[in-house]
């Protein structure tokens, strides 16, 4: 297993944040005795140590959930060892803005037009292998597929 950011390791030593607030705020305090505090001094000593293990295993919680934390910034991840993971080829996202804002004139017509000739363009100085998803503000589900150039093409609004 692996890491993508390794150096977040390091926020593991905010685990001592809730072992300090565990020994503040458990510490003993003196105690006062009163005349008719028996009854609660036998109550007391059956509860000490229920409250004790509860105790604890809040500590535990609060130490497993900071550890967690620091592991899933860390970004664990495994490796691929076999070569078809490196063979694949990229794929190309093309994202054109159909929205009523590119209806305007710019300086060389209107601003949608423009948006598909340079995609057409990107599509054809590309090799002939490539993969391309285009994107546009419609969200139509045949727009959410990898296509080919031919098929890209065909496929601009």
Do not use: C
């Amino acid at each position: 297993m692996s890491f993508v950011n390794p150096i977040f390791f390091w926020a593991m030593f905010a685990i001592a944040i809730p072992i300090i607030i565990h020994l503040i705020n458990f510490r003993r305090h003196k105690t006062l005795y009163f005349s008719n505090t028996s009854f609660l001094q036998d109550i007391k000593k059956e509860t000490q140590t229920r409250t004790k293990l509860k105790q604890i295993l809040i500590l535990l919680a609060r130490i497993f959930a900071i550890s967690m934390l620091v592991v899933a910034f860390a970004g664990p991840f495994l490796p691929s060892n076999n070569s078809d993971a490196q063979s694949k080829t990229h794929i190309n996202i093309i994202y054109i803005d159909n929205s009523f804002s590119m209806e305007n004139e710019g300086k060389s017509g209107v601003v949608f037009e423009q948006a598909r000739q340079i995609a057409k363009q990107i599509v054809f100085n590309s090799g002939a292998g490539k993969e391309f998803i285009l994107i546009t503000n419609d969200m139509f589900p045949e727009h959410q597929f990898v296509l080919d150039r031919d098929k890209f093409i065909q496929e601009v609004p």
